[in-house]
T-cell receptor, first 114, second 110 residues
Framework: DSGVTQTPKHLITATGQRVTLRCSPR?????VYWYQQSLDQGLQFLIQ???????AKGNILERFSAQQFPDLHSELNLSSLELGDSALYFC?????????????FGPGTRLTVT | GENVEQHPSTLSVQEGDSAVIKCTYS??????FPWYKQELGKRPQLIID?????GEKKDQRIAVTLNKTAKHFSLHITETQPEDSAVYFC?????????FGKGTTLSVSS
């Protein structure tokens, strides 16, 4: 158990809908990262937040957005869902900001869009 | 942007043999290189990492080597066991984020 929690574990929804995925980082970690994992694309970095502020952006679609709250939990919002958005979504957390730190992953949320 | 290439995509070995997975990166500013192991249906787990001021790091049966000049790093697993079977991902830092390779599926047969 890495100490990173994610809810829900599974989510099934229809095209065009909107969903919210939730992540709580390890105690003491200020950075949260979101990744998308699909079969043919490996682990794609989406976005990073540090202490409530966006710090880095990867291959995140405009239909996706995220935020980190004062209690440091983070939410990833996916809207206008398409079949191709079906994937495992992981969040990870790490301690600092001044350099790349060890990232610890949560158990993931499996999103199925039908 | 940063690009991380990982080879091979699949690797099959006999129990007791060694396994080597290689990665190359493009951003000369990358300074942190972790390796993750992901078992089926599970989260990626950090197994070993190396920073750019170190050329080699070892932890029991696993070791990582880094060649900054050539921009490549490798994972070495010795005396492989069936429980080593998993997907292994390398990654290189881009600022405080990580860019991952596409993974290597390692199968260890007994």
């Amino acid at each position: 158990d890495s100490g990173v929690t994610q809810t829900p574990k599974h989510l099934i929804t229809a095209t065009g809908q909107r969903v919210t995925l939730r992540c709580s980082p390890r105690s003491g970690d200020l950075s949260v990262y979101w990744y998308q994992q699909s079969l043919d694309q490996g682990l794609q970095f989406l976005i990073q937040y540090y202490n409530g502020e966006e710090r880095a952006k990867g291959n995140i679609l405009e239909r996706f957005s995220a935020q980190q709250f004062p209690d440091l939990h983070s939410e990833l919002n996916l809207s206008s869902l398409e079949l191709g958005d079906s994937a495992l979504y992981f969040c990870a957390s790490s301690a600092g900001l001044s350099r790349a730190y060890e990232q610890y992953f949560g158990p993931g949320t499996r999103l199925t869009v039908t | 942007g940063e690009n991380v290439e990982q080879h091979p995509s699949t690797l099959s070995v006999q129990e007791g043999d060694s396994a080597v997975i290689k990665c190359t990166y493009s951003d000369s500013a990358s300074n942190y290189f972790p390796w993750y192991k992901q078992e089926l249906g599970k989260r990626p787990q950090l197994i070993i990492d190396i920073r750019s001021n170190v050329g080699e790091k070892k932890d029991q049966r696993i070791a990582v080597t880094l060649n900054k000049t050539a921009k490549h790093f490798s994972l070495h697993i010795t005396e492989t066991q069936p429980e080593d079977s998993a997907v292994y991902f390398c990654a290189a830092s881009k600022g405080t984020a990580l860019i991952f390779g596409k993974g290597t599926t390692l199968s260890v047969s007994s």
